[in-house]
């Protein structure tokens, strides 16, 4: 049964490091910084969740188990909301793009300010145009 455990515990780690390690990927290839966002929060959970758990049952207490458990919920429960927080603060800030979006679904529903001119416009230290 320790084999077993100690197998599971292995592919796990290895599982959840592949899914970082992709993630990170993510955040270095995207090219606006929805995608990147989205390969960091998607894929850092399920990757973080796999080296936690991995993590808990290698070392094969209940108490282990059960703090990984609580782990990757705190992750899901707060990652979430984090993602959609960013999202909309990226969005909503003008933030450009990929050239390959097709469909902007939320252009009806939000105004988006102007990324490079916001931070020249509303600065202190700039005369308004």
């Known amino acids: 049964m320790d084999l077993l455990r100690e197998v599971i515990a292995s592919l796990l780690l290895l599982g959840g490091a592949f899914v970082v390690f992709s993630a990170a990927l993510g955040v270095i290839r995207f090219p606006d910084a929805l995608t990147r966002m989205h390969a960091a929060t998607k894929a850092g959970v399920v990757g973080a969740g796999g080296l936690l758990l991995g ?26 909301i984090a993602a959609h927080t960013l999202g909309r603060a990226a969005y909503l800030s003008g933030s450009p793009l990929a050239d390959s ?24 230290h700039t005369e308004p145009r």
Do not use: C, K, Q
């Not at 990984?68 to 429960?77: D, H, Q, S, V």
């Not at 097709?102 to 105004?111: K, L, N, P």
């Open 101 to 124: 979006t097709v469909i902007d679904a939320m252009e009806d529903d939000y105004e988006r300010h102007d990324f490079d001119r916001m931070h020249t416009v509303n600065s202190p």
């Open 55 to 80: 993590a808990g049952l290698s070392v094969g207490t209940w108490g282990a188990v059960i703090s990984a458990l609580a782990g990757i919920f705190f992750l899901f429960a707060t990652v979430t």
